[in-house]
């Protein structure tokens, strides 16, 4: 079972004072806390292995590939992608986004063509489009939203056209928690010849992913948000559509032979990775993949889903409370999930569900009096626009305060953010 003490243990920092108070972090959809095996893995690697990949006969240099190259394998099993060809280390969802939208806009936009993004879109799933459409002379068009945060699927019928290139769409929403139904968003899609590209940074830290049972053309993630390091993230991309993209960034490790006239280019997925990889991350990332997988995906997702549905009932207990997104308040409940069926299966049926993110104002308290007041309590939260303005102005507001829970967040700690929060709304 989940021995949430333990798993505390494994995180040093959890156990640090904040203003002579013992630390709530509840900012895990911004980036996690790393357990002490990363750290770890990490100090080892320098310490012992350091050496440059790919292009090295000497013994660290082959044993620090072995580890870069191991880190793809876990990665791949991790979402269990076909290859290891599909699995391109990045910066982060960010790096892998503007990579894709760079080459595929390169092969694939011309002028007049159109690309889908969602309104709920992180601004890196929106951006890295918008530059693109506006070199090529396309359009970019939005999938709109209701007001109780979800996707408008139905409107993807009329969206679509013959002239749309790919949709573009996040599997959990960074600001309300909404689950996307993607797996309908991509059956749409690919019924009409459109890629999609899945944006994963917060569905990968809290529940299994599966891009062949999703069945999307390409998934974004970044490392520091499943509890591995910053600086490393993930593109995958169907080998088929990867092998028919330019390159990215020019350098070396992409090529096969260059010339002063003429450069051939590597093969997949080194094709894509110009340049010295963060190798010590990629291991990194590796060791955090076992150590969720050892806690299991599906524990992770049946205690965090545990942990929001009683921070909502306990959340709406304040006066003035608004929460945004999770539809009246539920979440998916933990008996939806048969003996026979994992908790995971249940959120890729489930129309739209909510996960471990809750955004909320109180009153007419400004967003950022109560993040800072909240923080003086020792409570770690996000305040302002989450990087999603467009989904603010949707809302008609101007930024939230968030909680995010991570896999090491307990009830005490919420009932620590509740009385905060009553203790702050008390002082307006
Ligand atoms: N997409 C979503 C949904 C996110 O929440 C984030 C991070 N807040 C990103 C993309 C960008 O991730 P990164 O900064 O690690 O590149």
Redesign the pocket.
């Given at each position: 079972m989940y021995d949430i003490q333990r798993v505390r243990d494994d995180f040093p920092i959890l156990s640090r004072q904040v203003y002579n108070r013992p630390l709530v972090y509840l900012d895990n959809?911004?980036t996690t806390q790393k357990p002490r095996c990363v750290v770890e893995a990490m100090v080892d690697e320098y310490y012992n292995v350091n050496a440059n990949v790919h292009r090295g006969v000497h013994f660290l240099s082959q044993q620090a590939t072995d580890l870069h190259e191991a880190s793809r394998e876990k990665v791949r099993t991790f979402i269990n992608a076909r290859s290891v060809n599909e699995i391109i280390f990045t910066r982060?969802?960010?790096?892998s986004i503007n990579l894709l939208a760079f080459s595929f806009g390169e092969a694939m936009v011309k002028e007049g063509d159109e690309v889908i993004v969602s309104a709920m879109e992180?601004h890196?799933?929106i951006v890295p489009w918008q530059m693109m459409c506006q070199r090529r002379g396309a359009q970019l068009k939005v999938i709109p939203m209701t007001d109780e945060g979800t996707l408008r699927v139905d409107a993807l019928d009329e969206l679509i056209t013959d002239r749309t290139r790919i949709v573009c769409c996040?599997h959990?929403?960074?600001v309300l928690g909404t689950v996307n139904p993607v797996k309908d968003i991509i059956a749409k899609a690919h019924a009409c010849g459109v890629p999609v590209l899945i944006?994963g940074?917060?569905s990968t830290p809290h529940f299994a992913v599966d891009v062949q049972n999703l069945d999307c053309d390409f998934f974004a993630f970044?490392g520091?948000?499943v509890y591995g390091p910053t600086g490393i993230?993930v593109l995958y991309g169907k080998e088929q559509w990867l092998d028919k993209l330019p390159p990215y960034q020019g350098g070396g490790e992409m090529i096969k032979n260059v010339s002063f006239e003429r450069t051939t280019f590597n093969v997949l997925p080194y094709k894509f990775e110009a340049g010295t990889p963060d190798y010590v991350a990629s291991h990194a990332l590796a060791t955090a993949i076992d150590y969720v997988s050892s806690l299991g995906m599906d524990n992770i997702y049946r205690h965090e889903q545990e942990l929001t549905s009683y921070a909502v009932s306990r959340m709406r207990e304040i006066d003035g409370m608004r929460i945004f997104g999770h539809c009246g308040g539920t979440v998916q409940p933990l008996n939806d999930a048969s003996p026979d069926s994992s908790a995971t299966a249940a959120v890729a049926t489930a129309a739209a569900t909510h996960d471990a993110v809750i955004s909320f104002l109180v009153g007419d308290i400004h967003h950022l009096d109560m993040g800072t007041l909240l923080d003086r309590l020792g409570i770690a939260v996000r305040t302002g626009h989450h990087?999603a303005e467009p989904l603010m102005r949707r809302l008609g507001i101007e930024g939230t305060v968030r909680a995010s829970f991570g896999l090491y967040n307990t009830k005490e700690e919420v009932d620590i953010l509740v009385e905060g929060i009553k203790r702050v709304s008390k002082m307006f």
């Open positions: 959809g911004a982060g969802t960010t790096e992180h890196s799933n996040t959990v929403s960074n944006d940074a917060q970044s520091h948000k993230g990087c």
